[in-house]
């Protein structure tokens, strides 16, 4: 059984960091892609960033580009999402997923039918 579990949410000034992680198992994760993605009171779910867990290639949305960065780490089975300069737009529930894809085009990871699991999201606040 597959599940993704989130943390690291919580309230922060604009400006400021935090560093969100999504603890994975049931799968062999190596072989495919894990993304973020958040959604807003009222907004539908929007892509933020995906990373192809075999190589640590990624791909970011416009609006996070240079100010998030997405990781892995192998040997605790763990994707991460560094955020920096926060805004207040950021603020949102974000999720983790995991997509069975194995090799695809970066633009096909923002949709969010492309992925099967989901975690239950933890929440982002910024305040201004």
């Known amino acids: 059984q597959v599940q993704l579990v989130e943390s690291g949410g919580g309230l922060v000034q604009a400006g400021g960091s935090l560093r969100l992680s999504c603890q994975a198992s049931?799968?062999?994760?190596?072989?495919?892609?894990m993304g973020w993605f958040r959604q807003a009171p009222g907004k539908e779910r929007e892509f933020v960033a995906v990373i192809k867990w075999s190589s640590g290639t990624s791909y970011y949305a416009d609006s996070v580009k240079g100010r998030f960065t997405i990781s892995r780490d192998n040997a605790k089975n763990t994707v991460y999402l560094q955020m920096n300069s926060l805004k207040p737009e950021d603020t949102a529930v974000y999720y983790c997923?995991?997509?069975?894809?194995?090799?695809?085009?970066?633009?096909?990871?923002?949709?969010?039918?492309?992925?099967?699991?989901w975690g239950q999201g933890t929440q982002v606040t910024v305040s201004s």
């Open positions: 997923a995991s997509s069975p894809r194995v090799s695809t085009l970066w633009v096909v990871l923002m949709r969010a039918n492309e992925y099967d699991y």
């Open positions: 049931g799968r062999t994760f190596s072989s495919y892609y």
